[in-house]
């Protein structure tokens, strides 16, 4: 049972503020480019966020943008942002442009942009951040190598105890899941490299043109009915390579890079 009140967990905390983030980072054969992030947040947790104070904060603001862009790697600088607002979601669009690929660094943590409570002294530490990292060659035929993110390490169950809560698990998850698609709906995290020239060569799983996809997740649709979560729990335990080619194959919404170091030759 403890595996699903983790996962439960999990969500509750996530849905005090469902988002929608995508990051396009696209370079040049000189290892130059730019990195371009929409990020969304609904209306109803942006208001939940902004209830009791008696100003409220932009969510759109350009100067903390323009902090942030250190937080990118050396050299990254702002170059623009405009709001942004659809019927559920408000957020932003923000440019940002570096001189050398090798100097950026991508964290997929964006726990504090929607986090509604302020840390004290007596909070846990924070999740340790991991980030994508690049070396980049610069020739004829110039080449990109994209350092995922290492695993974070997972510790197998006994299997008894696994057999006897999966289905309490079920039962739980069941009656569940329609407020979860509801609260998860529009919910999407990406991140993708596009380099900008002919693609000579990579051994990127998850190719569509120039189009790298490092991961791609869509919430509402990975949450379509009860098997989702059994190949969640299977993952937990198991975060091979094999084990994630197989929750993509059977869970939709899913598209993550299952290479450790992409590698692109492209001129």
């Known amino acids: 049972m403890k595996k699903c009140v983790v996962l439960?967990?999990?969500?509750?905390?996530?849905?005090?503020?469902?988002?929608?983030?995508?990051?396009?980072v696209k370079v040049k054969p000189d290892g130059s480019g730019t990195i371009e992030q929409t990020f969304l947040i609904s209306k109803a947790?942006?208001?939940?966020q902004q209830?009791?104070?008696?100003?409220?904060?932009?969510?759109?603001?350009?100067?903390?943008?323009?902090?942030?862009?250190?937080?990118?790697g050396n050299g990254?600088?702002?170059?623009?942002?405009?709001?942004?607002?659809?019927?559920?979601?408000?957020?932003?669009?923000?440019?940002?442009k570096f001189s050398d690929i090798s100097a950026l660094k991508l964290s997929d943590d964006f726990g504090e942009k929607v986090s509604s409570k302020k840390k004290t002294a007596s909070d846990e530490a924070p999740?340790?951040?991991?980030?994508?990292?690049?070396?980049?060659?610069?020739?004829?035929?110039?080449?990109?190598?994209i350092n995922m993110p290492p695993k974070a390490s997972t510790v197998k169950q006994d299997k008894t105890d696994e057999e006897t809560t999966d289905a309490a698990s079920?039962?739980?998850?069941?009656?569940?899941?329609?407020?979860?698609?509801?609260?998860?709906?529009?919910m999407k995290i990406a991140t993708y490299i596009e380099p900008q020239g002919e693609i000579v060569s990579t051994n990127a799983h998850l190719r569509d043109g120039n189009r790298i996809t490092l991961a791609e997740v869509e919430f509402e649709k990975m949450?379509?009915?009860?098997s989702t979560l059994r190949y969640l729990r299977k993952m937990k335990d198991d975060n091979s390579p094999e084990a994630m080619r197989e929750v993509m194959r059977n869970v939709?919404?899913?598209?993550?890079?299952?290479?450790?170091?992409?590698?692109?030759r492209f001129r």
């Open 76 to 96: 990254v600088e702002y170059v623009s942002s405009k709001k942004v607002s659809t019927d559920d979601f408000d957020g932003y669009t923000v440019v940002y």
């Open 252 to 264: 939709p919404g899913i598209k993550l890079e299952t290479a450790e170091k992409i590698t692109v």
């Open 45 to 48: 947790a942006l208001e939940m």
């Open 223 to 226: 949450f379509a009915d009860t």
């Open 127 to 145: 999740r340790q951040k991991t980030y994508t990292t690049f070396a980049f060659q610069k020739g004829a035929e110039s080449e990109l190598v």
């Open 8 to 24: 439960f967990v999990c969500c509750a905390v996530v849905l005090a503020g469902c988002f929608d983030v995508t990051t396009k």
């Open 51 to 72: 209830s009791g104070k008696k100003k409220k904060e932009p969510f759109h603001n350009p100067t903390q943008l323009k902090k942030e862009a250190a937080e990118l």
């Open 170 to 186: 079920d039962s739980l998850a069941e009656s569940g899941l329609a407020m979860m698609r509801l609260f998860f709906r529009g």
